[in-house]
């Protein structure tokens, strides 16, 4: 059990570009879930994958985000026209049915 | 959605003092889990309890489902407690909620 990988740790980037973020979950997990976490809140989910399906997307997810998840395996995260909003911990977690969810390290992004 | 609500807020102890950290939550769940966020921002599983009582060397949990609330304990607790810590439920779906939060602090 290696846990779930998230690159990069940090990014800034500037206002209007895009960004991919990805994750790697533990293998044997089937689900993979994306949160955000802005600064004194605790984190809000935005969307989740059982093994390559999304089932659910928040309505936080604005049409200039997109997930992936292609075979079943790692999970990608893009926000396109990033904005200062957009500024957040993005944090991945995976779990199998009936087992805890196990997090990443997240990746902080800054919009400048 | 699932509502959840943690208390207190802030805590503020001496080393070596207890603490309790309570969890409300609003419907029935299928997971309950305790987490510490650390410095960096990574959230560490601390227990998955969606019922009944679990310990983990200082730390302990009990979740009462029927009355739909889970305690965190902590015994004689060190510096390197402190940290946010989060309760996070979920139903039928599996998606977890979090609650915003209690900030321990724990003062040398």
């Known amino acids: 059990d290696t846990g779930v990988s998230q690159d990069p740790r940090h990014k800034i980037t500037k206002r209007g570009q895009n960004v991919t973020f990805r994750c790697d979950p533990i293998?044997?997990?089937?689900?993979l879930y994306w949160y955000r976490q802005t600064l004194g809140q605790g984190p809000e989910f935005l969307t989740y994958?059982?093994?390559?399906?999304?089932?659910?997307k928040s309505r936080l997810l604005s049409d200039r985000f997109s997930a992936e998840r292609p075979k079943g395996s790692f999970s990608t995260l893009e926000i396109q026209r990033t904005e200062q909003g957009d500024s957040a911990m993005y944090l991945c977690?995976?779990?199998?049915f009936g087992r805890g969810y196990t997090f990443g390290s997240g990746t902080r992004l800054t919009v400048v | 959605g699932i509502q959840v609500e943690q208390s207190p807020p802030d805590l503020i102890l001496q080393e070596g003092a207890n603490s309790t950290l309570r969890c409300n939550f609003s419907?029935?769940?299928?997971?309950l889990q305790w987490f510490h966020q650390n410095p960096w921002g990574q959230l560490i599983n601390l227990f998955y309890?969606?019922?009944g009582t679990k310990q983990n060397g200082r730390l302990s949990a009990t979740t009462v489902a029927t009355e739909r609330y889970s305690l965190l304990y902590i015994s004689s607790s060190q510096t390197t407690d402190s940290g946010v810590y989060f309760c996070?439920?979920?139903?039928?779906?599996?998606?977890?909620?979090f609650g915003t939060g209690t900030r321990l602090t724990i003062i040398p």
């Open positions: 977690a995976s779990s199998s």
């Open positions: 293998s044997e997990h089937n689900r």
């Open positions: 994958f059982q093994n390559e399906a999304q089932l659910e």
């Open positions: 419907d029935s769940v299928n997971n």
């Open positions: 309890i969606p019922s």
């Open positions: 996070a439920v979920a139903g039928g779906n599996e998606k977890l909620t």
